[in-house]
């Protein structure tokens, strides 16, 4: 039995990507190595043992926190139901969700009828469902020097790549061709942060390319 380390589990509204606007239901896992300096889930890096706590203390939390706990795809499940979530959708982030098997977690669902999504920094292999929707959000030369992996590039149903300046494009850029798969996947420039500057590039160059643009709705509306 795979046991998951879980930092949080809650709904809302998809803010980015190709399902914005979707009601959904986020699963955060604990821990990531990949390293990315402007990360905004930095309490999801490290699963200190001290940390560990009961699935009631992670439904109960408030705030972001570096609490963790074990759950199987069955506590999980459970949870989603006694919460009463009403959302069909079930995103799985993190953190790295895919240091996990989610097979076993993804299946679960979807003996619910509902859908999955992952978002993934395409640095571990993806192990998930034939259905569920992969987003990778490809984190090229992070501080954890971890390869984006072609495998995780090429089973992408949409890459949205994180942009503050040219370079981003550039590395992007360079990424698609060596996975050769530019023409295969919906890709989305998502401004890495409000700045005008990034959002301006990333709509030029969407416009020039007929990519999407993902802007970070929840940060607008200040939610979760
Ligand atoms: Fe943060 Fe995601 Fe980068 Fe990990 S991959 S450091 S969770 S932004």
């Known amino acids: 039995m795979i046991l998951y380390k879980v930092n949080e589990i809650f709904q809302t509204i998809q803010g980015e990507g190709y399902f914005t606007g979707v009601p959904s239901v986020f699963v955060r896992l604990q821990v990531c190595p990949v390293g990315c300096a402007w990360c905004d889930t930095k309490q999801t890096w490290e699963a200190e043992p001290q940390d560990e706590v009961s699935f009631g203390e992670i439904i109960a939390k408030q705030a972001d926190s570096p609490l ?28 790295e969700p895919c240091l996990y098997d989610l097979k076993p977690l993804t299946a679960a669902f979807e003996q619910l009828g509902c859908q999955c999504q992952i978002e993934t920094s395409g640095t571990f292999e993806i192990q998930c469902s034939d ?51 530019q023409h295969k996947v919906g890709i989305a420039l998502q401004p890495i942060s409000q700045k005008p ?12 390319r007929n990519w999407r643009l993902s802007i970070q709705t929840h940060k607008y509306l200040n939610i979760a």
Request: net charge positive; proline share 3%; with cysteine.
């Open 197 to 208: 500057r990034a959002i301006e590039l990333c709509m030029q160059v969407c416009i020039e």
């Open 68 to 95: 963790w706990c074990l759950a199987s795809e069955g506590d999980i499940i459970k949870q989603y139901q006694s919460l009463g979530f009403t959302a069909k959708h079930i995103v799985i982030t993190g953190g």
């Open 131 to 181: 259905k569920t929707w992969v987003t990778v959000s490809p984190k090229i030369a992070m501080k954890g020097k971890l390869p984006v992996l072609i495998s995780a590039m090429q089973r992408a149903n949409e890459v949205k790549h994180p942009v503050g300046t040219l370079k981003d494009i550039e590395q992007l850029d360079a990424l698609l061709l060596e996975t050769k798969c």
